[in-house]
């Protein structure tokens, strides 16, 4: 079992910037493409930006291409959501998910992702 711990929400004023975190249990952190994905009220959670295991090719959604940058740090089971030139509209609960499959592909939606977070809300005012 793992388990994902995510930090680094809170808010800030549109333009500005946020990076997010999220903590995984466990020693084969290594092997799982790492995801975001956020939910707004009201709305469905989305595909953010995920990062393979194999050669940290990464991938983001077109919402934050450009914006938003996912990177991992293996050594410390943890991986990072930078946020910049946030909008009110990037206003959601951002959670981090982790993909045990060890595939080449990169999983943007939610049934590809087997462990969540429990979410850090990010709240962008104008």
């Known amino acids: 079992q793992v388990q994902l711990v995510e930090s680094g929400g809170g808010l800030v004023q549109a333009g500005g910037s946020l990076r997010l975190s999220c903590v995984a249990s466990?020693?084969?952190?290594?092997?799982?493409?790492m995801g975001w994905f956020r939910q707004a009220p009201g709305k469905e959670r989305e595909f953010v930006a995920a990062?393979?295991?194999?050669?940290?090719?990464?991938f983001a959604a077109d919402s934050v291409k450009g914006r938003f940058t996912i990177s991992r740090d293996n050594a410390k089971n943890t991986v990072y959501l930078q946020m910049n030139g946030l909008k009110p509209e990037d206003t959601a609960v951002y959670f981090c998910?982790?993909?045990?499959?060890?595939?080449?592909?990169?999983?943007?939606?939610?049934?590809?992702?087997?462990?969540w977070g429990q979410g850090t809300q990010v709240t962008v005012y104008s």
């Open positions: 990062i393979s295991w194999s050669n940290n090719r990464a």
């Open positions: 998910a982790a993909d045990e499959a060890r595939t080449i592909v990169i999983g943007t939606t939610q049934l590809q992702y087997d462990y």
């Open positions: 466990g020693r084969t952190f290594s092997t799982y493409t």
